[in-house]
């Protein structure tokens, strides 16, 4: 299958840092979300980004398909930004399941 | 607002007990899924369905089946649980085709002594 990887594993930053989030993965895709799970464990897509750059707020992504990764940049980090980020893939529409990345464990401290 | 619903959020049962964990989605999706997180594992998936009465194993389908009767509920169901089966399970849905965003229920924690 699909392999995924997620770097750094851990960061720790200060509040209003910012940091860059990363994913490569082994094959072409269709499908690359970005999810964050807060500290209760409920799990949030942030973004559907197979390919191009999108902005939401203080959070971006940018997907470069043809090198197979992805960046996820958080700006001026605050403490609610804290949790696990899971970058997920699927290689086509009849694949059905989406691989996920091991996750990086991002906290801020105040 | 988009809503999965997953029946527990806390589990204890007892090695050889049957467990079922439900899911119920309000959102009219057709596909839905189970995982399964471990720590440093991140999600791996258990089962999913495409469709009402239709199953696929995902990668780690032993130990495990589910059931799909209806579209908004699939069921996740351990025979006879084991203390290997002590993890974070977690439900989620989407429309089908691959550019569906995927929602996810709460998760059920299990743990199994």
């Known amino acids: 299958g699909i392999q995924v990887e997620q770097s750094p594993p851990d960061l720790i930053l200060q509040e209003g840092a910012n940091s860059t989030l990363r994913c490569n993965f082994s094959?072409?895709?269709?499908?690359l979300q970005w999810f964050h799970q807060n500290p209760w464990g409920q799990l949030i897509n942030l973004f559907y980004?197979?390919?191009g750059t999108k902005q939401n707020g203080r959070l971006s992504a940018t997907t470069v398909a043809t090198e197979r990764y992805s960046l996820l940049y958080i700006s001026s980090s605050q403490t609610t930004d804290s949790g696990v980020y899971f970058c997920?893939?699927?290689?086509?529409?009849?694949?059905?399941?989406?691989?996920f990345g091991a996750g990086t464990t991002v906290t801020v401290r105040a | 607002d988009v809503k999965v619903t997953q029946s527990s959020r806390y589990l204890v049962k007892r090695t050889g007990e049957k467990v079922f964990l439900e899911c119920v989605q309000d959102m009219d999706h057709e596909n839905m899924f189970w995982y399964r997180q471990d720590p440093g594992l991140g999600l791996r998936l258990i089962y999913f369905?495409?469709?009402?009465?239709?199953?696929e194993k995902g990668d780690i389908p032993e130990g495990y089946s589910v059931s799909r009767e209806k579209k908004e509920r699939f069921s996740l169901i351990l025979e006879s649980a084991s203390t290997n089966q002590t993890s974070m399970y977690l439900c989620a849905s989407r429309m089908p085709g691959y550019t569906g965003e995927l929602f996810f229920g709460e998760g059920s924690r299990l743990t199994v002594l």
């Open positions: 369905s495409y469709d009402v009465k239709m199953k």
């Open positions: 094959d072409s895709v269709n499908n």
């Open positions: 980004i197979p390919s």
């Open positions: 997920a893939v699927e290689r086509d529409s009849n694949d059905y399941k989406l691989s």
